[in-house]
Each structure stands twice: as C-alpha cells, then as structure tokens.
C-alpha cells in the first residue's frame, strides 16, 4: 500500500468507547499535545448521563470530538475525519457523524459475538451500518495492550485500563503528533497519586504509535500545520473553568471577596468544583441543601458585601425564581450562570441547548426585569463572567450570565490576558457619615441604588422583598408602586450606555443578516465563513448582550431587508425581538435537537433562503 | 463602647401587630436584651443584622433600628447562612413563623443546624398560619380545626425542639410570650453560644388561634405544667415546688417529693451543657398532661461553627498555596508560547 504524508488544513478526530474506556482523557490528551504543538482547536466531549450504563451497550458510550487546523476553529466539526470506536456500541452510536472519506479506528478484539450483540446488531457492523466501504483499521488493541505490558506486574484490570493509551499512540502516528508531549502529560496525570502508572503508560503509548508505524494497514498520515495564531502564552480552557476564572478576576478588580452559593446540577457543577480550589484567592464557596439555599445564601452573602454568585443549570433556575425575584426587588448585585441544558424539565442533562432564554427573560412574577448577557465560546466565558460581575455591582442588580453545557464542557486554546488589561470595578458603596442616607435614592446616570453594607455606623436600614418608597419605607401607594417599577425597568435598560454596540461582519448593510446569541457563534461564523467564499454577500452580527440590548441594535438591523435569527430553540430570541423591535422581517433558523448546530444546517438555511 | 438602651433598637415604624399579639412580648425581649449582647461583645450595634422570611413575626426586623432584611418564605435561614459567612463579625439574628421555619423552610432549619452557623433563631410557634388568616401549621395539634381543616387535621405536628436535637443542634432554648424575664434569659444565652441558636417562642395568635399555649401559661397552671431548666438546679416543679423529674429505667418520670421516700437528692439537676444529648432530647420531647413542658435552655454545648470552618480553610489553604493573584492563576498549569 502506497502512504502517503498529507498537509490537512484541518482534522476532526472522534474518540468513542465505553463510559469507562477513558475516552474523554484520550481526546483531552490528544486536544492538549495539539494545542502545545499550534494548533488552532476545539473540542466537545459528549457523555451519557449514566456514570456507568451497562457495558458494550449503545447508552454507556462515551464520546469525545477534537476540531484541530491550521488556522483557528470555531467549532469541534460538523462530521469526523476518524472514529477511534473501542467498541461495537461505540461504532453504532457515532456512524452517522462519519464523513464519506472517513477512517474507522476499531479495536477488533471488541468486535466478538457478545460485543456486536450487545450494541444489537445481527451480523457484520460495518455493512449493517452500510459504512464497509471507509478505510477500516481493525487492531486487536486489547491484546496488544497485555502484550505490550505483561512484564509491568500490573494485573489484568490494571492493563486494560491503558487500552486509550495504546488508541492515542496510534492516533499520534496517523497526526503525527510528537510523543514528547503525550509523555510530559502522562508524567502530570499520574505524579501525585499513581506514580507506578507513568512508566505502563509510556510504554503503551510507544508501542501503539509503533504499532501503527508498522502494520502499513494505516493508507494516510496527515500532518496539520501550526496555526498562525497571535503571539503570546496560550492555555486550553473549557467554559466552566472560564465562568469560575472570570469571576475571581471580578473579585480582585472590585476588591471584594467572592461568594458562590451553589448545589450540583450537571453541566454547571464544575464552576463551583472549580471555585472551591481557590480560596487563596479570597474566595467563599458554599456547597447548599438546594438550589434555593444557593442563591438566597448568595443574596444574603451579596446584602453583607461580597460578589455573590449562584451557579446552576434550568430545572436550578427554576427553583432560583422567587428568590431572583427578591435581588431584582432588594436591588442586590448578584451573578448567576444558568449553564443551559435540554429541557423542559430534566430534559436531557448532558445534552447542550438554548432553550432557558424565556424562563430568565419572563420567569418571574410581577414587572421583574435584570440584566441577561451570554456567552459565545468556551474562553469567552471568562470575560462574559467579569462582564456581569461589573454590570451586577455597578448597577445594583443580578444579572443572569446564559452559558451552554456545549460551552461549559467545551474547550479553545486561550491568549492568556493580563489582568491590568481589564477595567476597574467600582462598587456603589455608601461610606459612614454619609447625609440624609435613604437606601433607595438613585444616581442620576444609572439609577442604581447604593450599597450600605451592614456594620457601617449610622447607615441602618431595611430591604426585602416588598414594595417600598425610596427613604426605604414600606409602600402601597398606588403611584409609589408604578415609579419604583419604571425606575427598576430604566435602571436595566440604562446599562445599554455601558455596554458595547453591536457589531457587524460582513458587509455593513444589505439583504439578509444574520444573528445569534451564545454558543452558536462558532458555528454561525463558519458558516458566513463558507457562504463569503462561495462569492455571497452575507453580514453576521453575533449577541452578546440580549436584556438590555446593545444601543445601536434597532440602527444595525434597519440597514438590511431580512434578519435570520438561529438559535437552539423554538425562536425565543427571535420572539423577544419582534417584541422589542417590531419594524423587521425575522426568519428563524432553529434545532432543538440537544446538539450544537452543524454549519451545513446554517449554510443550507441561508441558501434556500437567499 | 457606647453605651446602648432598648430605646436604641426601636425603628420609628409603627409595629403593625394584632393588639394582643404574642409576638409584642418577643420584640420587647429583643429590644431589651440587644443592648447587653452589645456590651458583652463589645460591639457597636450596627453590628446587628436582623433576618427574617414571610409572615407576621417575620416583619420584625422593621420594627428594629438595625440593619434588616426581610426575605421570601422559608428561606431567612439560607439568607442568614450567607449574610454570616460572608462577613462573620455580624452578629445575625433571625425571626421566623412555625410555618416559615418548619414547613416551606424545613430544610434550610435543619441544614442551617447541621452546619452549626453562628446565627441567633427565634422560633415564633403560634400553631397557626395568622398572616394567611388561619390555616394548620406544622406544629399544629393533631385534630386541630382551622380554615383549610375544618373537621380537624389529621397529621401529626412537629416538636420543634426534637427537631433542632434531632439534626445534632448545639443549642435549645424554650419559652413563652408571657414569659417576660425568662424570654430575655434565653436571648442572652442564645447570644453567647457559638453555633446555632434555636429558641422556640410559644406566642399566643390573638386572631386565629386564641389561646394557642394557654393550658401552659396560664397563671392558674402554669406552675403545675411547666418546668424551668436551670443549669445546676433541681429539676422541680409545681405550685409548692413538690413535683420533680428523675430518670427510671432510663426514661424520665414525674416524682413527687416526700412520697415514696423520695427527697431532692433523688432529683436531676440540669445540665444544658453536657453532651448527654439523650435526656435533653427526652426533656425537649415532654408534652402536657404526662410532663410538664421543659422551660429555658435546655441544650446548650460548644462546637466549631460554619463560618470558623470556611475562614480557616481560607486561611490555612492560602497560606499553603502558590496563586495569590488572578495573574498567578492565569500562568499556573499548562501553558504554551507561540512566538
């Protein structure tokens, strides 16, 4: 067979297998030696909710996708350039994200009567699947695994623990990823708690990348360039890590300790795991009885000084509502990230979608406006956290910061900032000795209230939950009630004069725009990307700001004939806006599928449109 | 220090409280107490925040000239939990409803207690739902007649003293609205104890449930159906100091002295701080007619609090740690540079 090395601009590698077969670390393993190596990257792991479902079945697979180029990736691919299945199951569950030139990584020794029974299959995977005609490598990558380990004196289970090891030696050969940063990995994983572990793994690694050197059964290596990505020090960071980053470099902007009242809830549960390392940076975290107790213990954090954030996922949010409702009435800064899944209801947890946009928008009771931003990519998530952070105490109200759990568990190499490239965070404290202090007096610009935090002299006062006048005396008067609402909705919309405008790729004025919101943005800029190469005029603009909208939003849109909104939902944003701007023609480009958009949906929606 | 009267905690609102109402008895108690918790602790009252969920005895902290919040139903707890581990120099007090503690927040009450925050309870137990107009509460007895029962409940109410010892609280207290001088008792050592402080107020609703605790205060019996715990006293009883309490068969029994041949030796002496979490739980559960109910502190023992741990493991983590600054977090870990 002739081999050939070939220049890729960029590959898609699927790593799938059993829930236990160490896919997610295989991916993460390849995705960081990529990132070290200059590659443009990203990456999203797709897991079953079940820890451990049945093993071999199509439920229990694990699956974990890496989007590496030569120029920066927006988005972990539409479809795969090689499945590495472990298992029959894992074959089953991920054929259909195979591109037709695709090359199928199989470890064989999976592939017998009980294994292809159990992913329910009747005879040959490949033809039932109707996939026989890819490149196939079939390795018996179990029993070389034993071979290449059965003088280390691990047993059994020890040694089929290290199958990914010896998958990721192959992939290394076929990308032609230097082993040198697998090693420098493996060391890092393994020093602390399994030291014994570092040599098995070296090993294994070694002799799969030798193993796919010489069985000539691999047709292509491919070699993907580094990506001419700007100067300076890169890490990978996925968009939980982000969000909890963010927030403590709002705390140390403010000078204020930082407070998280959170309780687990996937896919938003690593930003409180993330929060709790760091203390020696100031920070509080408060694992709750429930999702109730997160936010209000948050809120009495926030009314006694600190950032106070709550973080959480839909079916958290909705038991956050009432007491979202009190921060938006006791005018409190406080940040809560709703890291969206698929719902209603428990939905499917891991499973990533935009459908929240409603609840946090409408789901309170009485007139209960805040401030809503969102996220657009994993390391976005960083600034988008300080950003609310700042909104939330310097205008004196919570602010609902959307993430996706495609975000969230996703991850991008990261131009590493330096902190004194951010603003300041002046917080609206009311300093002692302060005259005639009435708690809700407004300033004139914002209308935000002021913070006098309980043991300030002379400053005594009550809040809560009912409606009062702005010397904080309890109210039922009638025009009382009507300007504290319209105060309370203008000092939401007042934000808009500090936030950024709306910006346009593209041509500036034309037929069709199109816009998003969040974690599509990967995608939908791919997607323009495409169109702009096959010679059309299309214009993107991308929200990160949904309540209050950016300033020049109603300006943006009136220079184009037809805005196509696309987001992973039934059209709520596209719903919001024709209430907010009524005057435009909006087509909706929607998926409620639990997956991200692919960009050919994008492309195609926009074709048939334009 | 200055020096501070009860004069200093009254706000100028006017307190809007059924005339009659038990929780006027609890209020003046606070007011009084607060300004020796100040000079105790040496702290300025400013110090002082006063917590609250939804409900009648929830609108206290208005009447209070203090920092306040009045939250949402159920959850002053959690509220509380945040205001003292955000900043643990405040000295936090709650007050909550039968149905704000008990019911809608029973969870937050039991966590809060299995945390052992460094928060101050006031447990306003009038066995009815008043600001509703008169639905059963959690702690309503069995059979009561109310709105939302009118043949009588068929549940069974909580004791919230077995409660709080149940989830391991440090502290219990118990009295009675009319209890003016014993009420300011309990407040004080409510105030001293490190951890959470439960004090469960029995408070007549004027309204909705006259009379809600009268078979224990009133004058007539009060004597004869309720015991007053004292550390280091004889647990005696009734009008002629004749009745006592003593452990047989490792259960509490109601003896009189003189009969039998027993004399006050025989007699136990309370201890609210040993950990004989047993017979204080036992002396919590006692209900009228079989025992007098138990009055006072009834648990009352050290343990570290909530907010110590986390400011420890702050403090203890920080000094280990290498991230002193966002920028040292930024640059830890695994980084590349493309130059």
Redesign the interface.
């Known amino acids: 067979m002739q081999h050939k090395v070939i220049d890729a601009n960029d590959v898609v590698v699927r790593f799938a297998g059993d829930s236990g077969d160490g896919m997610q670390l295989t991916g993460n393993l390849f995705a960081?030696m990529s990132?070290?190596f200059?590659n443009g990257l990203s990456t999203f792991p797709d897991y079953p909710a079940e820890i451990r479902a049945p093993k071999g079945t199509v439920a229990g697979v694990s699956g974990f996708q890496v989007h590496i180029g030569a120029r920066k990736i927006n988005t972990p691919g539409d479809f795969c350039d090689m499945l590495v299945a472990m298992n029959p199951a894992a074959l089953k569950a991920n054929a259909k994200w195979l591109k037709r030139t695709a090359m199928i990584l199989v470890n064989e020794d999976a592939f017998d009567d009980m294994g292809i029974r159990k992913a329910g299959f009747k005879g040959n995977p490949f033809e039932e699947l109707h996939i026989e005609d890819r490149s196939i490598i079939s390795a018996p990558i179990t029993k070389l695994t034993e071979a290449s380990l059965k003088d280390s004196g691990l047993d059994m289970i020890a040694i089929h623990k290290c199958k990914n090891m010896f998958t990721l030696g192959m992939a290394c050969f076929i990308y032609d990823r230097p082993l040198e940063y697998v090693y420098v990995?493996i060391e890092?994983k393994f020093k602390k708690k399994h030291p014994e572990m570092i040599a098995p793994n070296k090993k294994v690694v070694f002799d799969g990348y030798n193993y796919a050197s010489n069985i000539q059964a691999v047709p292509n290596t491919y070699s993907v360039a580094?990506a001419k990505?700007?100067?300076?020090?890169?890490?990978?960071i996925t968009g939980n890590q982000a969000i909890a980053?963010g927030l403590?470099?709002a705390a140390?902007k403010s000078g204020l300790?930082l407070?998280c009242?959170s309780y687990p809830i996937t896919p938003a549960t690593s930003i409180l795991e993330e929060l709790a390392v760091?203390?020696?940076?100031?920070?509080?975290t408060?694992q709750?009885?429930?999702e109730?107790?997160g936010i209000?213990?948050?809120?009495?954090?926030?009314?006694?000084?600190?950032l106070?954030v709550t973080t959480t996922s839909g079916p958290g949010l909705s038991l956050k509502s009432?007491?979202l409702?009190?921060a938006v009435m006791?005018e409190l800064p406080l940040v809560v990230v709703d890291v969206q899944r698929a719902g209603p209801c428990t939905g499917m947890p891991t499973k990533t979608e935009q459908s929240d946009l409603n609840e946090v928008l409408y789901g309170r009771n009485g007139e209960s406006p805040l401030v809503v931003i969102a996220s657009h990519s994993p390391a976005n998530c960083f600034d988008m956290a300080f950003y609310a952070a700042k909104i939330a105490l310097e205008h004196m109200v919570p602010v609902v910061l959307l993430s996706e759990g495609f975000l969230g568990n996703g991850s991008e190499p990261w131009k590493?900032?330096?902190?004194k490239d951010y603003p300041e965070i002046h917080p609206r404290f009311v300093k002692e000795g302060a005259r005639d202090f009435k708690p809700f007096e407004r300033d004139a610009a914002t209308l935000a209230r002021g913070w006098a935090?309980?043991?300030?002299?002379?400053?005594?006062?009550?809040?809560?939950?009912?409606e009062k006048t702005h010397e904080g005396?309890?109210s039922y008067d009638p025009d009382n009630h009507e300007t504290m609402v319209e105060e309370r909705e203008m000092k939401v919309a007042r934000v808009a004069d500090s936030i950024p405008e709306l910006e346009v790729y593209g041509p500036s004025e034309g037929d069709v725009l199109v816009i998003g919101w969040g974690g599509t943005f990967g995608h939908i800029l791919s997607a323009v990307d495409q169109l702009h190469l096959s010679g059309k005029d299309i214009s993107f603009a991308h929200f990160d700001y949904i309540n209050p909208l950016p300033a020049n939003t109603e300006e943006v849109f009136s220079r184009f004939k037809r805005i196509i909104v696309c987001e992973l939902n039934r059209g709520q944003f596209a719903f919001y806006l024709r209430g907010r701007l009524p005057h435009h023609e909006y087509l909706q480009c929607n998926k409620v599928q639990g997956q991200t958009f692919l960009v050919k949906d994008i492309v195609n929606f926009i074709n048939n449109v334009i | 220090m200055p020096k501070y009267t009860f004069k200093d905690f009254k706000?100028d609102?006017e307190v809007r409280w059924c005339p009659g109402c038990g929780d006027y008895a609890v209020l003046a108690a606070l007011q009084k107490t607060l300004p020796a918790v100040c000079e105790e602790k040496g702290i300025?009252?400013?110090?002082i925040?006063i917590?609250s969920g939804?409900g009648c005895s929830s609108r206290l902290?208005?009447y209070?000239?203090?920092?306040?919040?009045?939250?949402?139903h159920g959850?002053a707890t959690?509220?509380?939990?945040?205001?003292?581990?955000?900043?643990p120099?405040?000295c936090v007090w709650q007050a909550s409803g039968d149905g704000d503690a008990l019911a809608i927040g029973g969870?937050?009450f039991i966590?809060a207690i299995r945390r052992n925050v460094d928060i101050n309870i006031m447990l306003f137990n009038n066995r009815i739902y008043g600001m509703t107009k008169g639905q059963y509460s959690p702690t309503s007895k069995f059979g009561a007649i109310t709105k939302t029962s009118p043949y009588g409940t068929v549940e069974y109410p909580f004791n919230p003293g077995g409660l709080v010892l149940g989830a391991k609280g440090t502290f219990f207290a118990r009295s009675i609205d009319t209890e003016l001088s014993l009420n300011e008792s309990v407040m004080l050592a409510a105030s001293r104890h490190h951890g959470t402080s439960v004090m469960e107020f029995l408070t007549n609703c004027v309204i909705f449930n006259n009379g809600s605790h009268a078979e224990l205060s009133d004058r007539k019996f009060k004597e004869e159906r309720t015991v007053v715990l004292r550390d280091g006293e004889k647990m005696i009883f009734g009008k002629e100091k004749d009745k006592g309490l003593v452990l047989e068969n490792q259960r509490l029994k109601v003896v009189k002295l003189g009969e039998n041949g027993i004399t006050e030796a025989d007699i136990l002496t309370h201890d609210s701080h040993s950990d004989n979490l047993g017979l204080q739980t036992m002396l919590a559960d006692m209900k009228y007619p079989d025992f007098p109910v138990a009055l006072g502190v009834i648990r009352d023992v050290s343990d570290v609090t909530y907010e110590d741990g986390?400011c420890n493991?702050?403090a203890s983590?920080?000094a280990k740690?290498g991230?002193?600054?966002?920028?040292d977090?930024?640059?830890s870990?695994?980084?590349?540079?493309?130059?």
């Not at chain 1, 209000?296 to 600190?306: E, N, P, T, V």
Request: proline share 4%.
């Open positions: 960081n990132a070290i200059g990995y890092r580094p990505l700007e100067k300076g020090i890169y890490r990978n980053w403590m470099a140390e300790p407070f009242g760091y203390k020696s940076l100031n920070v509080k408060m709750t009885e429930d109730i107790a209000c213990s948050a809120i009495g954090a926030s009314f006694a000084g600190d106070a009432e007491a409702g009190l006791a590493i900032p330096s902190m935090l309980p043991g300030t002299k002379g400053l005594e006062h009550r809040i809560g939950g009912l005396v309890l | 706000s609102q300025d009252k400013e110090k925040v917590v939804i902290p208005y209070m000239n203090t920092y306040g919040f009045h939250s949402i959850r959690a509220v509380s939990t945040g205001i003292k581990v955000a900043n120099e405040l969870n937050h966590h986390v493991q702050v983590v920080s740690s991230i002193h600054c966002v920028d977090l930024l640059a870990g695994s980084t590349w540079e493309i130059k």
